[in-house]
């Protein structure tokens, strides 16, 4: 069985590629909600709002496993050097849920940014 410090690294690469295409759909939906639609449209608006707050909501959701998961490989937590396999399929499940979704809204941003681009 995997140590605890092992399983802690292996979940905090998932929760940094969560956090690393989350980050980059924040930022470049940032920079799209201040400009004007041209032309006007309600939909995109709406969609933009809406990818964005679920974006910050992935986001925020990725801050206290991450900060287990950096307590665990730095400071002596007290927490036991062997975790039973449920325990590690739980958080391996939980990380790469949070992973696919932070990727799955990337592609999702990216293909409706492509169509936009394509209509205009």
């Not at 995109?44 to 910050?56: A, E, G, P, T, Y």
């Amino acid at each position: 069985m995997l140590d605890i410090k092992t399983i802690a690294l292996i979940l905090l690469i998932g929760r940094a590629v969560s956090v690393t295409f989350i980050v980059l759909v924040l930022w470049k939906q940032w920079k799209l909600l201040r400009l004007p639609l041209e032309p006007p449209s309600k939909e995109i608006s709406n969609f933009r709002k809406l990818l964005f707050f679920l974006s910050c909501v992935i986001l925020v959701g990725n801050f206290i496993p991450i900060i287990i998961d950096t307590l665990t490989l730095f400071v002596d937590t007290q927490r036991p050097a062997e975790l039973h396999v449920i325990s590690i399929m739980y958080a391996l499940s939980n990380s790469f849920t949070a992973a696919i979704s932070a990727f799955t809204i990337w592609l999702l941003y990216r293909t409706a940014l492509s169509k936009d681009h394509n209509n205009n």
